[in-house]
C-alpha cells in the first residue's frame, strides 16, 4: 500500500481498481444478480471517472489501510467469478455493449500493468537498501550496435489519430484522425543505449519523455531543434525508461 509520491498509485490500489472498472461498467448495469462485496469501494476505487461519481483524492491513495491486501485480491476473485458467469450466458440483447464495454476494461488494464511496474520502481528507488524488483536477471551479453544511423523524413502533411477502418482497438483520444503538418526530421534506425543516450545529452541534446516512449530533439548551432512527440497514454514523465528513440530536426 506504500504511495510513494502523488503521481504513485499504491500496487494493492491499481488491483482493486482494474477489477473496480468491470464491476461499475458491466456487472451493475448487465449482471442479472450481481451482488457487490462492499459499496464503499465504488468510492475507493474510482479514478477518474467523474461522471460516475466523486472520486477519491488520488494523493490520498496510500491511507486506504483498509481494505487490505487480501481483501483487495477476494475483491477481485469476486469480479472475476461474476465476470465468467455473465460472460457465459450474457443477455443477448445488451452483448453488443457489454463486448464494447469488455474490449475498454481490458486495454484498461494493460495499462495499468504498465504504471504498476513504474510505480513499484519508484517505491522500491526512494528505499535506501536500494531493493531490486528482481535480482535474477543476467546482464545481456556485450554486442556491437554498429555505428547509429538516420532516417529521414521530409516535411509535409501527415495523417495523425486511430483509422478507424483498420476496426482494431483506439482510445476515444486516438480518435478524430485529422491531418497535420510535420517539420522536416530524422528518426535513429535503431533504439539507443543508456550509454548513447548520455553522451548525447552531455553533448548538449535536449529530450522530451513523452507519454509512450523518449523521444531525443537534437540542437544544432544553426537551428534549435524540434520535438515531436507521440506515443500511448498511461505512461508519465519523470520516470526514466531504459530505451528511447532518437529524433532530429533537420
Ligand atoms: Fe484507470
Known amino acids: ?135 535474477d536477471l543476467t546482464p545481456p551479453p556485450a554486442r556491437d550496435m554498429g555505428e547509429l544511423g538516420w532516417h529521414a523524413y521530409p516535411a509535409g502533411v501527415r495523417h495523425i489519430g486511430h483509422d478507424q477502418a483498420e476496426k482494431s482497438f483506439a482510445y476515444d483520444n486516438e480518435m478524430g484522425r485529422h491531418r497535420q503538418f510535420v517539420e522536416a526530421f530524422q528518426i535513429a534506425d535503431r533504439p539507443v543505449t543508456n550509454g548513447e543516450f548520455l553522451a548525447f545529452m552531455k553533448a548538449g541534446g535536449t529530450t522530451h519523455l513523452t507519454t509512450g516512449y523518449r523521444m531525443v530533439g537534437r540542437r544544432s548551432r544553426q537551428k534549435a531543434g524540434r520535438h515531436h512527440s507521440t506515443g500511448s497514454s498511461g505512461m508519465k514523465s519523470g520516470i526514466t525508461i531504459s530505451w528511447a528513440a532518437w529524433c532530429r530536426s533537420t
Not at 99 to 113: F, T, V
Not at 123 to 132: E, K, R, S, T, V
Open 1 to 135: 500500500m506504500v504511495q510513494s509520491m502523488p503521481d504513485v498509485s499504491p500496487p494493492k490500489w491499481h488491483i482493486a481498481h482494474v477489477s473496480w472498472f468491470f464491476e461499475a461498467f458491466i456487472l451493475k448495469p448487465f449482471h442479472p444478480s450481481y451482488q457487490t462485496l462492499d459499496p464503499a469501494y465504488d468510492y475507493l476505487f474510482n479514478s477518474y471517472y467523474e461522471t460516475h461519481g466523486t472520486p477519491f483524492p488520488r494523493p490520498d491513495r496510500g491511507m486506504i489501510s483498509r481494505p487490505t491486501v487480501d481483501d483487495v485480491y477476494r475483491y477481485r476473485a469476486h469480479i472475476d467469478r461474476a465476470m465468467a458467469e455473465l460472460l457465459s450466458d450474457p443477455p443477448q440483447e445488451h452483448l453488443p455493449e457489454i463486448l464494447r464495454r469488455l474490449e475498454l476494461g481490458l486495454p484498461h488494464e494493460q495499462q495499468h500493468q504498465e504504471l504498476l511496474f513504474m510505480d513499484i520502481k519508484h517505491i522500491l528507488a526512494q528505499n535506501p537498501l536500494c531493493p531490486a524488483y528482481r535480482n
